[in-house]
């Protein structure tokens, strides 16, 4: 099996659990996943099985989009409401409130990460050294947001529709908006909507999965690899220049295309991500299979 499967990840499971869950229902090793979701939030966790796992760093390093609820006020250990509360405080922040304060937000800024994180520091992962009480410095991380968005109010929380790069925690965010209203904030709910190309629609449950696996039709839900570059340009090989792809080796090539591009067979199969530059293309990264004949 080679391919995508976009999952929509239920609360309460971590992303490796969702991996472990699939590799036992497709009977596949070779499966990895496109960028971490906490345990607490739901939403769109892309799946690489097989040869696609080659894919993996391209969706870890998407742009990423959540909707999540902000609950003013309330402050925990872990920056979200699975934490043990530190402190609360009366306030009532009002839509104009956060609406005056969440531009600041926007663009291009550094953010410390929490200390209940997977980042590791001396060998350890952060969040080992938090359950112990042990608190240690983190470096400052660059990360970028391009869209925060009011969408709605719930029982005195603040529902946010955020857009931001690869690396960006959430409740993180939503902790440093809270300080920045004056009260304190955690967050309530977390659901991913899109990763890179990859949104609701595509996703199916854990549950779905199970169903198809357990049919034989599980590989019906698996997306190509190619899916993932849709953005880039096509381009097809001759039988000559498929040969010299498939030995790895760069070759002359004239295109109107430069850049990056996906690259095809004469049969239309999907062979690699490539790079066209002065009419030479190269490999960025492979997908075909390799034979050991």
């Known amino acids: 099996m080679n391919g995508i499967i976009v999952i929509d990840k239920p609360a309460g499971w971590t992303s490796h659990d969702v991996i472990g869950k699939l590799r036992g229902l497709f009977r596949e090793r070779r499966i990895g996943h496109g960028g971490t979701l906490d345990p607490m939030a739901t939403g769109v966790l892309p799946v690489f099985v ?3 796992t080659r894919a993996v760093p391209f969706c870890e390093n998407a742009e990423k989009e959540y909707i999540g609820t902000l609950r003013p006020g309330v402050m925990t250990d872990t920056q979200d409401i699975t934490g043990t509360v530190l402190e609360t405080r009366a306030c009532s922040v009002t839509a104009d409130d956060m609406l005056s304060v969440i531009p600041r937000f926007l663009g291009e800024q550094r953010q410390l990460p929490p200390m209940y994180s997977a980042i590791k520091v001396g060998g350890k992962k952060l969040y080992e050294l938090a359950r112990k009480g042990v608190e240690v410095e983190r470096k400052p991380r660059t990360v970028a947001i ?3 968005e009011l969408v709605g109010e719930s029982s005195g929380d603040f529902i946010l529709r955020i857009v931001c790069s690869k690396g960006t925690y959430i409740r993180t965010l939503f902790a440093d908006i809270g300080e920045a209203l004056g009260c304190g904030a955690c967050l309530s709910s977390l659901r991913r909507t899109r990763a890179g190309r990859f949104t609701l629609n595509d996703a199916v449950t ?5 169903s198809a696996a357990g049919s034989g039709t599980a590989e019906s839900l698996l997306m190509p690899v190619d899916r993932l570059f849709f953005d880039f340009p096509a381009v097809t090989l001759s039988q000559e220049n498929m040969k010299k792809c498939l030995n790895g080796t760069e070759f002359p090539f004239e295109s109107d295309v430069r850049g990056l591009c996906r690259v095809y067979d004469p049969a239309g199969s999907f062979l690699m991500l490539g790079k066209l530059e002065e ?4 490999t960025v990264k492979s997908f075909f299979e390799v034979s050991n004949g």
Not at 206 to 210: H, I
Not at 279 to 282: A, G, H, L, N, T
């Open 50 to 52: 097989g040869r696609a």
């Open 146 to 148: 391009s869209a925060i």
């Open 206 to 210: 854990v549950e779905e999965a199970a």
């Open 279 to 282: 009419s030479v293309m190269k």
